[in-house]
């Protein structure tokens, strides 16, 4: 088995592995690197598409499957069903260009042969839905690709699994490693069940409209929030996109529309799409719990919005932000590079001060150590990280390969 790593090696975002084997080649992960274009082709990995069995993608994050769209090839692409329909209910709202997605679908150990490849799937704790590590076997050699994952979200219990009872006989682990460029070799990150306690104590502690932003497809933090929000007898207000996404998870135990304790609203914009795109049955759907713009001021000290800067202008309208108060739940590195600017301007502007919750999507290296020693590989790759060099100091058997390099497994 002949292994390249296209993209990967020295950053996070754009991954992409090709594999090859007996004349067949896979593909695991197609993604848009950091600061990329969506549309700039130039970012193509250089694989010929021509005969590749497949693309595997480990999960639905744009930096792992963002470039999907530029295929126009027949190559079938291998995903979890939830993801696939993650990502289809997303595209009409976000504007992104909706890639092809038919293929293989990827299921929680569950061995899938593609050509000579016998790729099983391990469904791992990760910010996006519905995230796979990915071990692929041929010619008697076996790789294991982590992608993304971590141990301290709600599904904790998948990374604690496969660390007490990992896969046998791994020759290469290529493993990410996101936290070592962002925490200190000891350090851990605060658990999804910690940021429910936090969030509680926020909502507490405001007297008017509990304000969070977050993304509606971190499914773990949508469950934080829900679960934080009944403790402090909050509503939990999301919009059409929310909704939708919840609802493509396909989980009944994942908070939907319909739920007591969910409201929805729909903001003026989205309004706009909905006649425009005559998404009049998806409405129909998620409206069971209705809520209008009149009714939002006198909700507002029991309700909980996960908010999208989309909403300002209806929440300002509503006159719903009298002691309000504001979460930010996401990745610090969004607001460093100032893309919610306008957000914080707005807050300002309405005297509403920022309060931040957050966990990360990614292992503490004190976690990817636990992951590297329970599979004990012959090799250990470093991918997705800004900080490959300090992986032979925290792990054993590492070497690095280039982007670009074909070396034999
Ligand atoms: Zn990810």
């Not at 290469?172 to 962002?182: D, P």
Request: with cysteine; charged share 20%.
């Amino acid at each position: 088995m002949k292994v390249c790593i296209h993209r990967g090696s020295r950053q996070i975002g754009g991954s992409c592995i090709e594999i090859a084997h007996d004349g067949a080649r896979i593909a695991l992960d197609f993604g848009l690197p950091l600061e990329g274009d969506p549309a700039d082709k130039a970012l193509l990995p250089p694989i010929r598409l021509d005969g590749l069995e497949a693309i595997a993608i480990s999960h639905p994050h744009l930096d792992h499957y963002g470039l999907l769209h530029h295929l126009r090839q027949d190559v079938p692409v291998a995903m979890g069903q939830a993801a696939r329909r993650i990502v289809r209910a997303a595209a009409p709202f976000t504007g992104q260009a909706l890639p092809r997605l038919e293929g293989f679908t990827l299921a929680h150990r569950t061995p899938l042969d593609i050509g000579p490849f016998r790729i099983t799937p391990y469904l791992m704790d990760h910010s996006a839905y519905d995230a796979y590590a990915l071990q692929v076997e041929a010619g008697g050699k076996t790789l294991f690709y982590s992608g993304d994952l971590r141990g301290h979200g709600r599904k904790g219990g998948l990374f604690e699994q496969i660390v007490s009872a990992p896969p046998a006989g791994i020759d290469v682990l290529l493993m990410e490693g996101s936290s070592l460029s962002r925490l200190e070799d000891d350090d851990v990150f605060p658990s999804e069940a910690e940021l429910e306690e936090a969030f509680v104590r926020q909502f507490r502690a405001t007297a008017g409209l509990s304000m969070v932003l977050t993304s509606a497809q971190n499914i773990d933090r949508v469950v934080s929030l829900y679960r934080a929000c009944k403790r402090s007898g909050r509503t939990l207000i999301i919009d059409l996109y929310a909704a939708a996404i919840l609802e493509a998870t396909g989980n009944g135990n994942i908070p939907q529309s319909d739920w007591p304790g969910i409201a929805l609203f729909v903001p003026e914009s989205q309004r706009t799409q909905i006649r425009k795109n005559e998404w009049f049955e998806l409405l129909r759907r998620h409206a069971k719990r209705r809520v209008f713009p009149e009714q939002l001021r006198a909700l507002a000290s029991t309700s909980t919005v996960l908010f999208r800067p989309l909403m300002m202008a209806d929440l300002e309208r509503a006159d719903a932000l009298q002691d309000a108060g504001f979460i930010y739940s996401q990745w610090q590195g969004y607001l460093e590079r100032g893309a919610y600017a306008t957000t914080q301007a707005w807050l300002a502007r309405h005297r509403i001060s920022m309060h931040h919750i957050h966990t990360s999507g990614h292992a503490s290296p004190r976690d990817l150590r636990r992951f590297a020693e329970a599979l004990a590989p012959g090799a250990l790759v470093p991918i997705h990280s800004f900080a490959p060099d300090k992986y032979a100091g925290l792990f054993a058997n590492v070497v690095q390969h280039p982007d670009g390099e074909w070396w034999e497994v």
